[in-house]
């Protein structure tokens, strides 16, 4: 019989009854993979080892369904002119000539585990990664995903994942307009990829490593590849997360490609239901730059049972926003977490959410962060049909995170959530533990040199940010594509 352990901080989010609870100077009391007790401290059984996290707030583990899995690249893209802008896509030329794999099957492997090591130091302990296509030869594959995942049981990450695909790419053309590249070889050989990992995962048994289907950005699937992801799913009763209604190129695209706007797309493919999780989920016909001359998109979405996996704080650095995060709750639509950029840090989202939705309202009760700490637990859990993740009682899954509360640089604490999330950040996370299994202490990680692993990043960074000369339909130079925010002092201007 596996020993208890207790852990024990000064504020424990409890759950009874369907919903959190603040417990002050509470316990989590585990054994095995499992909580047998959550409440006041030395209130429950007896047990053979305490672990004492002093002034922190014990939370269940985060859940992240868009995580970022790759080196930074919101800091490249997310501030350009439309005009620079264009020079981050693929022109036709590349994509149809001299595409490549900018990094090898190891380094993609070495970027995938400093993304799952950044997860697990900002409090995650459940994460759907996402990876950028931009610096592939196309989208993953079988292989990038196997090494996906003995990366995430090595690390003690839970992870659903499978290779992304598409049959089209994103490209501008020689005259400097937005298309679509096709090639659906290509896509029937990533969904093919894609069906082989599950098979894989499957086999695995193991709660760590879950199978999921992947695909990229709907504008970049065909109408024929959408339909045989949602046979595929329905087969295997494994989730599809796709993303759609993020932007409005996407929705003209899909209306030039497809005759009809995405949310009608994922309907008449088969998509549309609750195996369905869509990442951002912005763009609807109710949202003031759409002008689509209806107004019943949220309801489809809310009977349709599928997630939105809101990112406030990706899309909030492109100028972006869910309109509104309060009605979409009130239409009963499930709302999930993801950070899709760097750093993974859903508390700063929470902050950024909560502060965009106080914005649009002109209300300052127009959200909460427990509304939004909802969604990145419980809402999580919803999404990937857990109900035993995402809550801190007896019976569910052993998934714990604490975040310090004692560093003076934030101040005063008032109610642990909100100070933690309108003070803080997710780098205050100092102990992590995954079905029972410690994956974080000290807010060390066992095993990992993260400075190196940054050193490392640093140099891939920079081979990654030059690589997009070549990609640019003008051929400009990354200095040209990336200007400094200040000009550079040179050396004729010194003395």
Not at 233 to 252: D, F, I, M
Not at 274 to 298: F, K, M, Q, R
Not at 383 to 405: H, K, N, Y
Request: charged share 25%; glycine share 8%.
């Amino acid at each position: 019989m596996s020993a208890r352990r207790g852990i024990r901080a000064a504020h424990v989010l409890g759950h009874a009854d369907g919903e959190h609870l603040l417990i002050d100077d509470g316990e989590v009391v585990v054994e095995g993979d499992r909580i047998v007790y959550a409440g006041p401290r030395g209130g429950g059984p007896a047990v053979e080892e305490t672990i004492d996290l002093g002034a922190a707030v014990l939370l269940p583990g985060l859940i992240d369904l868009d995580a970022l899995t790759d080196i930074d690249h919101t800091i490249l893209d997310s501030w350009q002119s439309p005009e620079l802008s264009l020079g981050l896509q693929w022109s036709r030329d590349y994509a149809q000539h001299r595409r490549r794999a900018v990094f090898d099957a190891e380094e993609r492997a070495f970027i995938r585990r400093y993304g799952f090591v950044q997860l697990l130091r900002h409090g995650v302990t459940t994460a759907m990664p996402i990876a950028s296509e931009v610096h592939s030869d196309w989208a993953e594959t079988y292989d990038d995903a196997v090494a996906m995942a003995e990366t995430a049981q090595q690390l003690g990450l839970r992870v659903y994942l499978g290779p992304s695909y598409r049959s089209g790419v994103n490209v501008v053309d020689a005259d400097g307009t937005r298309s679509i590249y096709w090639n659906e070889e290509l896509g029937m050989n990533g969904f093919a990829d894609a069906e082989r990992f599950l098979r894989w995962a499957a086999d695995r048994h193991s709660d760590l490593v879950h199978g999921a289907l992947l695909p990229c950005r709907i504008e970049t699937l065909s109408e024929d590849l959408m339909r045989r992801t949602a046979a595929l799913a329905a087969e295997t009763g494994v989730l599809v997360r796709l993303h759609a209604l993020q932007g409005l190129l996407e929705r003209e695209l899909v209306l030039d490609t497809l005759g009809a706007p995405p949310l009608t797309v994922l309907e008449r493919t088969g998509l549309l239901g609750p195996n369905l999780l869509i990442p951002h989920g912005i763009y609807l016909d109710s949202h003031p730059l759409v002008a689509a001359g209806t107004s019943t998109d949220i309801a489809t979405l809310a009977t349709s049972g599928v997630t939105v996996i809101h990112c406030p704080l990706t899309s909030a650095r492109h100028g972006a926003a869910l309109d509104s995060f309060e009605r979409y709750r009130a239409a009963g639509i499930t709302l999930a977490l993801g950070t899709d950029s760097y750093p993974p840090d859903l508390v700063r989202g929470i902050d950024t959410g909560v502060t965009v939705a106080k914005i649009l309202a002109h209300r300052t009760d127009a959200a909460t962060y427990a509304e939004y700490l909802n969604s990145a637990t419980l809402g999580g859990a919803r999404a990937l049909g857990r109900p035993d993740l995402g809550r801190l009682e007896p019976g569910a899954t052993a998934d714990l995170v604490a975040f310090r509360l004692h560093d003076p640089l934030d101040g005063v604490i008032d109610d642990p959530i909100r100070t933690l999330c309108m003070n803080s950040t997710a780098r205050a996370a100092t102990f992590s533990m995954i079905a029972g299994r410690i994956t974080m202490r000290d807010s060390e990680i066992p095993g990992v040199d993260l400075n190196a692993m940054t050193a490392r990043a640093q140099s891939l960074f920079d081979r990654m940010r030059a690589a997009y000369s070549e990609r640019d339909y003008r051929h400009r130079p990354s200095a040209d594509l990336f200007p400094p925010s200040f000009r550079r002092l040179t050396g004729t201007e010194i003395g």
